[in-house]
């Protein structure tokens, strides 16, 4: 999901891509939850050369806050990318079991069903190969890897609260027409966030780094070059590949 953008990052940064549990070569699955998933990146970290910044794309968002919980030293610079702070409504959460039980009884079919179409805008839908990317990436996801993204969105911590806290420069990134993680509510996001700058994508959904790389690989790296010394790390976030999300 963001090859093509950090492609476009690696003249000026190293760009690190984890696979969070369930993903790629790391199949483990005892991760079922957001804060366990940022122990994960924490360790990741850890091993890292300061300073870093921290990129987080949906549930990678919410992984990026859980994180920035722990005040990570090395961490300078944050960019949440359509993504939400608030904790999971008691309609979410009834959306997030329907989703689960139509994962267990319909597959992993059912979900990229239900989700491209949300995830990308209609100009994106114009776009086949961009629509069979986005497929295939959900439909090489493992079902149970799927079930525990969708336990853990749902069960997600509030962390609205803790946006006046961050301390570090933060960039807000939305889609244009994102009906997940809304314009209104990332730019909300961003006015509580200390000197939070926020940035609308056009054209764009929830998918902004796959629908608009060149666009959101620009704003990236310019907010990372005036935050971050030459030698930096970007760290990438993401949820299934979502996505996180």
């Not at 907010?223 to 790390?233: G, I, P, V, Y």
Request: glycine residues 8%; without cysteine.
């Amino acid at each position: 999901m963001w090859s093509s953008v950090a492609r476009r990052l690696l003249g000026s940064l190293r760009v690190l891509k984890p696979d969070l549990p369930g993903r790629g070569d790391n199949t483990d699955l005892a991760f079922p939850s957001i804060e366990a998933y940022a122990d994960f990146v924490a360790a990741l970290l850890g091993a890292l050369p300061a300073p870093l910044g921290l990129v987080g794309f949906s549930m990678g968002g919410y992984v990026a806050l859980a994180l920035m919980k722990r005040r990570p030293e090395k961490v300078r610079a944050l960019a949440l990318v359509d993504t939400r702070s608030a904790a999971e409504d008691q309609t979410g959460k009834a959306r997030r079991d329907e989703a689960i039980a139509d994962l267990r009884t319909r597959g992993v079919d059912a979900v990229a069903e239900a989700m491209v179409p949300r995830l990308l805008s209609p100009e994106s839908l114009r776009s086949p190969e961009l629509v069979e990317r986005v497929r295939r990436i959900i439909l090489r996801q493992r079902p149970e890897t799927l079930e525990s993204d969708l336990t853990a969105i749902r069960d997600r911590p509030d962390s609205s609260g803790f946006l006046k806290e961050i301390p570090v420069p933060t960039l807000v990134l939305a889609g244009e027409h994102d009906v997940i993680s809304t314009p209104v509510e990332s730019r909300a996001m961003a006015d509580a966030i200390p000197g939070a700058r926020f940035v609308q994508i056009s054209g764009a959904s929830h998918l902004t780094p796959m629908e608009k790389p060149k666009a959101v690989a620009t704003v990236l790296s310019e907010f990372f070059s005036a935050s971050l010394t030459k030698t930096s790390s970007s760290l990438g976030g993401s949820s299934g590949t979502t996505a996180a999300g």
